[in-house]
């Protein structure tokens, strides 16, 4: 079994980002700017948003944090949105999910301009995303599991690929991201969810396994293949009074077990998380480039 190291990985794919970044200043004399909105005080989104902006801010983009009441209203949020959306010192807008339930979430999103949409969650980029168009963005924690499977050399082409979760966030764009006609895709693809009959056996096929289903240790060793490769978006909450927290984090997959059958496997932390803020930036850095039509 080989562990997949999120943390190395993203890593590098930073150090890459800041010296883009600073070629861009030198060259150009332009600075990518993120700007990063919360509503409400939730305290896993306020932590997600620290480490945005925290991570943009170390690798020189203009990143900024926007902050509004639990209690705003939809005409406020949307109102902040398109102040952004005029502002050309911000390249990529992304509003934490989820919001307070009076807040249209997809009203939000679709009043972001797909210019700015570094999520890509605006319907034009998930079309884009779907025909291929180079000019759009990928989703991050697709895109960042893309990376580490091409970082490690896995190959993909002609592999059966099983994605448990069919959200618009993983699941379906982790599917059409693995079925492309491109270099490490080419996968056939199977799609799981809570209606699916048989799971286990579904997973037994797969050469390629993606979990974002949201239950920990959802699948046990017993529904992995020998050699299969696992990778394991799930970040659940467990109690546990022996940490400070009183809680411990946990995957969707049975760690323990199942890498004792996997060929590479990705752990909870420290695997897939720490790329979704990677490509996030990345995402980023594109938008300013296509902005002002440059290269890095």
Excluded at 173 to 191: D, F, H, I, Q, Y
Excluded at 269 to 282: C, E, F, N, R, W
Aim: with cysteine.
């Amino acid at each position: 079994m080989a562990l997949i190291d999120g943390k190395h990985v993203s890593a590098a794919v930073l150090e890459d980002l800041k010296a883009k970044v600073a070629s861009l200043r030198d060259t150009h004399g332009i600075t990518p700017g993120l700007a990063v909105v919360i509503v409400g005080d939730d305290p896993a989104s306020q932590v997600y948003v620290r480490n945005k902006v925290k991570r943009a801010t170390e690798i020189g983009m203009l990143s900024e944090k926007h902050e509004l009441p639990a209690d705003a209203s939809q005409e406020e949020v949307l109102a902040l949105v398109e102040k952004l959306n005029n502002d050309k010192r911000v390249h990529g807008i992304l509003v934490q999910s989820p919001p307070p339930p009076q807040i249209n979430e997809r009203a939000v999103i679709e009043t972001i301009l797909p210019s700015k949409d570094v999520d890509c969650f605006h319907p034009v980029n998930v079309g884009k995303l779907l025909i291929g168009d180079e000019d759009g963005f990928v989703p991050c924690t697709p895109q960042g599991i893309m990376t580490l499977l091409a970082h490690y050399h896995i190959e993909t082409a002609g592999k059966h690929a099983v994605v448990i979760g069919r959200s618009n966030i993983v699941g379906k764009p982790m599917g059409v991201l693995l079925s492309r006609k491109s270099t490490r895709a080419n996968c056939t693809v199977t799609m799981c969810h809570s209606r699916t009959r048989d799971i286990p056996s579904l997973c037994r096929l797969a050469d390629i396994l993606v979990v974002a289903i949201g239950r920990a240790h959802f699948v046990t060793a017993d529904m992995v293949k020998e050699g299969a490769v696992v990778i394991d978006v799930g970040m659940n909450r467990i109690e546990d009074s022996s940490k400070k927290s009183g809680y411990r984090l946990a995957g969707d997959v049975d760690f323990e077990h199942v890498s004792q059958k996997a060929s590479y496997i990705t752990p909870v932390p420290g695997g897939v998380g720490p790329m979704t803020i990677a490509m996030l930036l990345t995402n980023a850095l594109k938008a300013c480039c296509l902005a002002h039509n440059v290269a890095v």
